[in-house]
């Protein structure tokens, strides 16, 4: 079993930036990749970021390719998204996730968060 809470959300104006968190309870937590996707209102959840257990294999979908950096640090037992050059199309609650293996899909993640929310002012 894992848990998962986020922090870091919060509004900011475009071109900015904003380091997103996620705290992850229990003990294997260092055998899980992690995902971050994000919701928009009216909108269905969508993936932003993957990344492997070791940390070694980082995967991001094109929309954030370039800005957004995913990072694990296992013995904090976190993980983080780094978002910069964040744009008004960036607003939406953001979760993290937990699944056996890195993955797009939402399906393959066993566990998510509650979700933190982001926005991004024009």
């Known amino acids: 079993q894992v848990q998962l809470v986020e922090s870091g959300g919060g509004l900011v104006q475009a071109g900015g930036s904003l380091r997103l968190s996620c705290a992850a309870s229990?003990?294997?937590?260092?055998?899980?990749?992690m995902g971050w996707f994000r919701q928009a209102p009216g909108k269905e959840r969508r993936f932003v970021a993957t990344?492997?257990?070791?940390?070694?294999?980082?995967y991001y979908a094109d929309s954030v390719k370039g800005r957004f950096t995913i990072s694990r640090d296992n013995a904090k037992n976190t993980v983080y998204l780094q978002m910069n050059s964040l744009k008004p199309e960036d607003t939406a609650v953001y979760y993290c996730?937990?699944?056996?293996?890195?993955?797009?899909?939402?399906?393959?993640?066993?566990?998510w968060g509650q979700g933190t929310q982001v926005t991004v002012s024009s």
């Open positions: 996730a937990a699944a056996r293996d890195t993955s797009t899909l939402r399906w393959r993640y066993d566990y």
């Open positions: 229990g003990r294997t937590f260092s055998s899980y990749a």
């Open positions: 990344i492997s257990w070791s940390g070694g294999s980082t």
